[in-house]
């Protein structure tokens, strides 16, 4: 499974557009990129996931480069209830095992 | 549907003895998997089952830990007996496949405090 990395924590204010970088550089050719969010005391939730260039829904935009070894989540203008805990996953990818390895993510503090 | 259910929300348990943790996926999802997440550790992947069936149990810390899926609709993690280490939040998730293109749902999590 490929490794991911990701900045361990990151500051920004209401109202900001956040973008929190995800390097993966022995990504497989079939592994998808995928976010999760999670909020003190819950499970994590999922926010967006692609394969390639970018994808856009009502929560986050992900892009991701031609060689697909890193990406970026991009929370555009931020509110106090966005502070999360974020997390970048690549895989499965070959044998859909189905195995889903969540690293360290990224503390995000939103702040008035 | 009323997401993945986790059962007990909050577990108190003294050294030594057995403590059951029960989680019921979404139906129809043929993936599960269950989790625990600490402060030191983070959120590792103890085991996860395809169609009920154990499919990776290596991140099981130990024989103390065994967990089951005697049917879609029901999952146990099961530790006997416990240890104040094992204090932590257990996090039962499902997916309708796995693979690349797929998504887990988490339920709420057991907190297991171990005195």
């Known amino acids: 499974l490929a490794k991911t990395t990701q900045p361990i924590s990151m500051d920004s204010y209401e109202g900001q557009e956040v973008n929190i970088t995800c390097s993966h550089n022995?990504?497989?050719?079939?592994?998808?990129i995928t976010w999760y969010q999670q909020f003190p005391s819950q499970g994590p939730r999922f926010i967006i996931q692609?394969?390639?260039t970018k994808v856009t829904n009502e929560v986050a935009s992900l892009f991701i480069p031609a060689d697909r070894k890193s990406s970026t989540l991009s929370l555009p203008r931020v509110s106090l209830s966005d502070t999360a805990v974020y997390y970048c996953?690549?895989?499965?990818?070959?044998?859909?095992?189905?195995?889903?390895?969540f690293g360290q993510g990224t503390t995000l503090q939103v702040k008035p | 549907d009323a997401g993945v259910i986790q059962s007990p929300r909050h577990e108190v348990t003294e050294m030594g003895q057995e403590v059951t943790l029960r989680c019921k996926p979404i139906?129809?999802?043929?993936?599960l998997f269950w989790y625990r997440q600490t402060m030191m550790r983070g959120l590792e992947l103890l085991i996860y089952?395809?169609?009920?069936?154990?499919?990776?149990d290596s991140g099981m810390p130990e024989d103390r830990f065994s967990a089951k899926m005697p049917n879609a609709s029901f999952s146990t993690l099961k530790i006997q007996p416990s240890e104040p280490r094992d204090s932590a939040v257990y996090f039962c998730?499902?997916?309708?496949?796995?693979?690349?293109?797929?998504?887990?749902?988490f339920g709420q999590g057991t907190r297991l405090t171990v005195v």
């Open positions: 139906s129809g999802h043929d993936y």
């Open positions: 996953l690549v895989g499965p990818g070959s044998g859909n095992t189905g195995k889903l390895i």
């Open positions: 022995n990504i497989a050719t079939n592994d998808y």
């Open positions: 089952f395809n169609n009920n069936v154990p499919i990776d």
């Open positions: 692609g394969y390639k």
């Open positions: 998730a499902s997916s309708p496949r796995g693979g690349r293109d797929t998504e887990a749902f």
